[in-house]
């Protein structure tokens, strides 16, 4: 099983938010970027990912998992872009913020690190854990 990373400010769409969508979860919607497009294609339902606040608060505070996998985006007039549905699983004991991520050296070749700006991100099995651990989940 492959692991995520969801980008997501919180102004538009917070981890309250999306826990409060309950277990019939949301859309992840409004991705216009060919490589996250292609994350989003290659997402399978059941596989997890990471709910991280960008530009405010800058920190991992949750993890989803993906109940739907890849079809169009109706909001998408070109029609080339799709999303998949995710719903809310637990937060994070403790957020792990994008600071303390960057000075982890186990974090070093996270995706979040080197290429901020993507809004879906592969993550591997090692920072799946490596985080999952920073943010009191030991068992991920």
């Known amino acids: 099983m492959a692991h995520w990373l ?3 400010e919180p102004s538009t769409w917070s981890w309250q ?3 409060e969508a309950g277990e019939g979860g949301t859309f992840w919607n409004g991705v216009r970027n060919h490589s996250a497009k292609l994350n989003l294609q290659a997402m399978k339902v059941g596989e997890r ?3 991280y606040h960008s530009n405010e608060g800058k920190a991992v505070v949750g993890i989803v998992e993906v109940i739907k996998p890849y079809y169009p985006d ?3 007039e070109s029609g080339r872009f ?3 549905d995710i719903k809310a699983v637990k937060p994070l004991a403790q957020p792990v913020t994008l600071d303390a991520i960057k000075v982890e050296p ?12 993507l809004s879906v991100q592969p ?3 090692a920072e799946w854990k490596a985080v999952c ?5 030991p068992k991920g």
């Open 49 to 51: 990912g990471f709910f």
């Open 74 to 76: 109706h909001t998408d």
């Open 6 to 8: 969801f980008k997501s």
């Open 17 to 19: 938010q999306q826990v």
């Open 106 to 117: 186990r974090l070093k070749d996270m995706v979040l690190v080197n290429n901020s700006r």
């Open 123 to 125: 993550v591997t099995e």
């Open 82 to 84: 799709g999303m998949v």
């Open 133 to 137: 651990e920073m943010g009191g989940l």
